[in-house]
């Protein structure tokens, strides 16, 4: 099995910053990319961001130039900085791994973990 766990959320004031980890554990052969969405109530889940290479990177249009997505592939991990938080951010935050492993190459889900952004 695969398990991925997000953590770092919780209630920030608007304009602070946050970073959120990811970490990936089971059976894994590689790990070709790596990415956080984020859902709010009635929206759509989109994605935040996605990192395959190091420096091969995409952001949603709202998050470009407040938000950095890097990976740690010694560790298994990922880890989401957003900075210059609004409202607008509020949401639970998804952390995804696509992996390779004995049964192929899948993509995995964590639990998701809740951002508020209020004061």
């Known amino acids: 099995q695969v398990h991925v766990v997000e953590s770092g959320g919780g209630l920030v004031q608007p304009g602070g910053s946050l970073r959120l980890s990811c970490t990936v554990s089971?059976?894994?052969?590689?790990?070709?990319?790596m990415g956080w969405y984020r859902q709010a109530p009635g929206k759509q889940r989109l994605l935040v961001a996605n990192?395959?290479?190091?420096?091969?990177?995409h952001y949603l249009d709202s998050v470009k130039g407040r938000g950095t997505i890097s990976r740690d592939r010694a560790k298994n991990m990922a880890y989401l900085q957003i900075d210059r938080l609004g409202p607008e951010d509020t949401a639970v935050y998804y952390c995804?791994?696509?992996?390779?492993?004995?049964?192929?190459?899948?993509?995995?889900w964590g639990q998701g973990t809740q951002v508020t952004v209020s004061s």
């Open positions: 995804v791994a696509r992996v390779t492993n004995e049964y192929g190459e899948n993509d995995y």
């Open positions: 990192i395959t290479s190091d420096i091969d990177t």
């Open positions: 089971g059976t894994i052969f590689y790990m070709s990319a």
